[in-house]
T-cell receptor, first 114, second 115 residues
Framework: AQTVTQSQPEMSVQEAETVTLSCTYD???????LFWYKQPPSRQMILVIR??????QNATENRFSVNFQKAAKSFSLKISDSQLGDAAMYFC???????????FGQGTTLQVKP | DAGITQSPRHKVTETGTPVTLRCHQT?????MYWYRQDPGHGLRLIHY???????DKGEVSDGYSVSRSKTEDFLLTLESATSSQTSVYFC??????????????FGPGTRLLVL
């Protein structure tokens, strides 16, 4: 079975600085997708970024980018120029192309200090 | 927000009573999902649907049932609520092919308290 691990329960960053959130996963599949979701205090789950496993190029969305290391099964999220609105819980998730199921990590709470 | 609504948004109920949560989508997506979120566990899949009247179990399905009689509605029922089912429940749809294919989009969540 696939597993997703986020080893940092909490992180903090100074406003305007850069922070990296870690995620590792375990799978024997070749067809999968990886996601980062943001959950602010409103509890809404917001898609941040998506990566297809078959693409070597790292995904980017404005200030958000990933470092996808397929062989190491690592999928970290980098937030550049951190803003107060980035404060939230961030979830890494693995989508199995075989089962169609999405598996979440435990989450990392990010604090942004002014 | 992918046109997903959940009702009710908040509910307090007593142990042993039946509870039904509703998820409604407006964009004709085939796949729909129910998750629960608990501290330290992230989101865990309860049940999912891959079409009208087609459903299957997820990781934490015990004590829950689902039904999907129309494409737009996916109901989650707790037949006899227990305190361990106190949680935040999220519904999600799965987008089709294209740039955001295989991506799940979530409703706003329902906070359920079982006393």
């Amino acid at each position: 079975a696939q597993t997703v691990t986020q080893s940092q329960p909490e992180m903090s960053v100074q406003e305007a600085e850069t922070v990296t959130l870690s995620c590792t996963y375990d799978t024997s599949e070749s067809d999968y997708y990886l996601f980062w979701y943001k959950q602010p205090p409103s509890r809404q789950m917001i898609l941040v970024i998506r990566q297809e496993a078959y693409k070597q190029q790292n995904a980017t969305e404005n200030r958000f980018s990933v470092n996808f290391q397929k062989a190491a099964k690592s999928f970290s999220l980098k937030i550049s120029d951190s803003q107060l609105g980035d404060a939230a819980m961030y979830f890494c998730a693995y989508f199995s192309g075989n089962t169609g199921k999405l598996i979440f990590g435990q989450g990392t709470t990010l604090q942004v200090k002014p | 927000d992918a046109g997903i609504t959940q009702s009710p948004r908040h509910k307090v109920t007593e142990t042993g009573t039946p509870v039904t949560l509703r998820c409604h989508q407006t964009e004709n997506h085939r796949y729909m999902y129910w998750y629960r979120q608990d501290p330290g566990h992230g989101l865990r899949l309860i049940h999912y649907s891959y079409g009208v009247k087609d459903t299957d179990k997820g990781e934490v399905s015990d004590g829950y049932s689902v039904s999907r009689s129309k494409t737009e509605d996916f109901l989650l029922t707790l037949e006899s609520a227990t305190s361990s089912q106190t949680s935040v429940y999220f519904c999600a749809i799965r987008a089709g092919t294209g740039r955001f294919g295989e991506t799940q989009y979530f409703g706003p969540g329902t906070r359920l308290l079982v006393l």
